[in-house]
C-alpha cells in the first residue's frame, strides 16, 4: 500500500476571475489563499497571464508578502514574465503555454519543439533559486526534454483525462500512469493538474509517482455551495483514500 501523503496546491486564479468580471477589489484572491492555507493547503498556485485576465501584478505582491505556504508562480516563458519572477522570487515557476484566444490553458507545453527558447529562460529562473517545473501532456519525449532542459519537475496535464469518459478516460489513465511512471524512472519530480474534482482524483492519486496535484476551478467552483474549506477538505480526503492513507 502507498503511503506518502500528496501535496495539494490550491490555484485561486478564478476567485480573481469572478473580482474583474464586475471591477474593484471584491472576491480577493488573497483572502482565498489564506483560507486555502487554513483549510490544510500544502501550497498556493496563481497565474500571471499576459492579458491579466485574472491574476493581477498586486495580487502577485500580496501572495508574496501575506501566505506562509510556498506560491507557486505559473507563467509564459517571456521576458517580462521572467522580470517580476525573478524579483518577486516564489518558491516555484511552472512554465505553460499560452494563448489569449484560449479560455483555459488547452493542452500541455511543447518542450520538444519550443526546447532552445525554453532554454534560454529555465536557467535563469534557477539562478534566481526558483523551482522550475514544466506544465506539459504524459508524453516520454515531453518529459525526456524537460529533464534535459534541467527542470527541477514537470507538471502532467490531466485535462484529457478528465474530460473523457467510459473507455477513453481509461486510456488516458494509463497514459499518466506511463508519464508517471517514466519520470520516476529518470528521477523526475511529477506533479499532476488541470480539472482535477471529485469524481476524477481518486485514481489519479493512486499512482504512486506522483507527489504534488494543483487544483483551482473545482474547488472555486464547488467553494460556492459548501464554502472553501469545506471543499478543499472533501478534495483533501478523496485524494488521500486514493493514496490509501
Do not use: W
Not at 482565498?32 to 487554513?38: I, M, T, V
Not at 495580487?59 to 517580462?80: G, W, Y
Not at 539562478?127 to 506539459?136: T, Y
Amino acid at each position: 500500500m502507498v503511503s506518502n501523503k500528496i501535496r495539494l496546491g490550491v490555484n485561486i486564479d478564478h476567485v480573481a476571475t469572478v473580482r474583474n468580471a464586475r471591477g474593484g477589489f471584491h472576491p480577493d484572491p488573497v483572502r482565498a489563499a489564506l483560507l486555502a492555507e487554513k483549510a490544510g493547503a500544502d501550497g498556493i498556485t496563481a497565474h500571471l497571464r499576459e492579458d491579466r485576465r485574472h491574476i493581477r501584478d498586486e495580487d502577485m505582491e500580496r501572495l508574496m508578502k501575506e501566505i506562509k505556504t510556498p506560491l507557486n508562480f505559473e507563467m509564459a516563458a517571456t521576458d517580462e514574465m521572467l522580470d517580476i519572477v525573478t524579483r518577486l522570487k516564489p518558491a516555484s515557476s511552472c512554465l505553460v503555454p499560452e494563448k489569449r484566444e484560449e479560455l483555459t490553458t488547452e493542452g500541455g507545453l511543447d518542450v520538444v519543439g519550443n526546447f532552445d527558447h525554453l532554454a534560454v529562460y529555465i536557467p535563469k529562473l534557477k539562478e534566481a533559486g526558483i523551482s522550475v517545473s514544466l506544465f506539459i501532456d504524459a508524453d516520454v519525449d515531453q518529459i525526456r526534454a524537460s529533464k534535459q532542459l534541467g527542470a527541477n519537475k514537470v507538471e502532467l496535464h490531466t485535462g484529457a483525462y478528465c474530460d473523457a469518459t467510459g473507455k477513453d478516460r481509461f486510456i488516458e489513465l494509463g497514459r499518466l500512469r506511463a508519464g508517471a511512471k517514466y519520470c520516476g524512472d529518470i528521477n523526475l519530480e511529477v506533479h499532476a493538474g488541470h480539472g482535477l474534482n471529485y469524481e476524477t482524483v481518486r485514481d489519479v492519486a493512486a499512482i504512486p509517482e506522483f507527489t504534488e496535484f494543483n487544483i483551482g476551478h473545482f474547488l472555486i467552483g464547488e467553494a460556492i455551495f459548501v464554502g472553501l474549506e469545506c471543499s478543499i477538505a472533501r478534495m483533501r480526503e478523496l485524494m488521500d483514500e486514493g493514496r490509501g492513507i
